[in-house]
């Protein structure tokens, strides 16, 4: 299973995403904590990387391409994953279908978390991230001590791109740079649409059977006919 995991920033994706890699064991490859794990470690991308993320602005496509490409091919990518965060940009989006090309495979399904703006600017201003396992929260999904990661107890952070300034700007990089890719999708590639604005358990148990794994099992194919 190849899936593109798409939305603004807010809109669920981490979280979705690490749902989806659980339940369906397959790697989520997102960018943005490559990136941070980078910043941390003091590597020469990380370093690249920072004032851009700092400022909310996207990180050059060329970057961006050659570390989804290594992650790519990396083996327990082999047989599927979920990107969450990539890409971002049309040029990203011709990158990864000649990826996909070269490896011999495509991608199966582009799953679109729909928010309004509204929602997005008031949960990335409520957002807190852990920064040893990458699980975010928020008013939505809180921890179950304040403060600390409900997986290892790590005090929780809030990223700097979170901050009010750079929010604006990443929603605004989104609307312009982003949301043309999702036309893009629609054009050469099943999108699966879901309202993201539902509650978190009940977005999970939707994708669960749109993917064939609940309960329900219902195939995708079946399920593109549901309204999310
Ligand atoms: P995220 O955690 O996905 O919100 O990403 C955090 C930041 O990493 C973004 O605001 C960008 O600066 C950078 N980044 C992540 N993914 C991409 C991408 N596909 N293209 C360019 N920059 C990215």
């Given at each position: 299973m190849r899936l593109i995991l798409f939305g603004?920033?807010?809109?669920g994706k981490g979280t979705q995403g690490t749902f989806i890699s659980e339940t369906f064991g397959i790697p989520r490859l997102s960018p943005g904590d490559i990136l941070r794990d980078n910043r941390r470690r003091g590597t020469a991308l990380g370093k690249n990387a920072e004032g851009y993320m700092d400022r909310g602005e996207l990180v050059p496509d060329s970057l961006i391409i050659d570390l989804i490409r290594d992650r790519l091919q990396e083996p327990d990518a082999a047989n599927g994953f979920i990107l969450d965060g990539?890409?971002?940009t049309i040029p990203q989006a011709e990158a990864l279908d000649n990826l996909m090309a070269e490896l011999g495979s495509e991608i199966d399904w582009v799953i679109y978390l729909r928010v309004s703006e509204e929602s997005l600017l008031e949960r990335l201003g409520g957002r807190w991230t852990c920064p040893t396992c990458h699980q975010v929260y928020s008013p939505a999904v809180p921890p179950r001590a304040e403060g600390v990661c409900d997986n290892d107890g790590t005090s929780l952070v809030q990223r700097d791109d979170d901050r009010p300034e750079a929010v604006q700007v990443r929603i605004t990089v989104y609307n312009e740079e982003t949301a043309p890719v999702l036309d893009f999708y629609r054009q050469h590639h099943n999108v699966v649409e879901v309202n993201g604005e539902r509650p978190v358990e009940e977005i999970r148990e939707y994708l669960t059977s749109l993917l064939g794994g609940g309960s329900k099992g219902a195939p995708l194919g079946a399920a593109l006919r549901q309204t999310a």
């Open positions: 603004a920033p807010g809109s990539f890409p971002r």
